[in-house]
């Protein structure tokens, strides 16, 4: 059974930073490309970033390019999503997604396999 499970979110002003960590079980961890994705409250749930199995490709979402790392521990089946500059706009769920292989997707359709999410509030 797959598992993934969010963790490291919370209350920051504009301008902090938070890192958040997903880790993996119950999967070819190693096999898949992996992804963050978030929903704010009203709003339907938006592509983050997304990693390739061995990390030689990532992708991000224009509005967070520069500002958010996406990088994984093979070894120890996690993925991080490091936030820095963070902005209100970036209030929302943040949830970790398995790819079905290693493409490279920004779409939810495309991902299987979610964690419960994880809340981040950004104070203006």
């Known amino acids: 059974q797959v598992s993934l499970v969010e963790s490291g979110g919370g209350l920051v002003q504009a301008g902090g930073s938070l890192r958040l960590s997903c880790a993996a079980s119950g999967l070819p961890f190693i096999r898949r490309a992996m992804a963050w994705f978030r929903q704010a409250p009203g709003k339907e749930r938006e592509f983050v970033a997304v990693?390739?199995?061995?990390?030689?490709?990532?992708d991000y979402t224009d509005s967070v390019k520069g500002r958010f790392t996406i990088s994984r521990n093979n070894m120890a089946n996690t993925i991080a999503l490091q936030m820095n500059n963070l902005q209100p706009d970036d209030t929302a769920v943040y949830y970790c997604?398995?790819?079905?292989?290693?493409?490279?997707?920004?779409?939810?359709?495309?991902?299987?396999?979610w964690g419960q999410g994880t809340q981040v509030t950004v104070l203006s």
């Open positions: 990693i390739s199995r061995l990390s030689r490709s990532v």
């Open positions: 997604a398995a790819g079905r292989d290693n493409q490279i997707r920004s779409t939810a359709q495309a991902y299987d396999d």
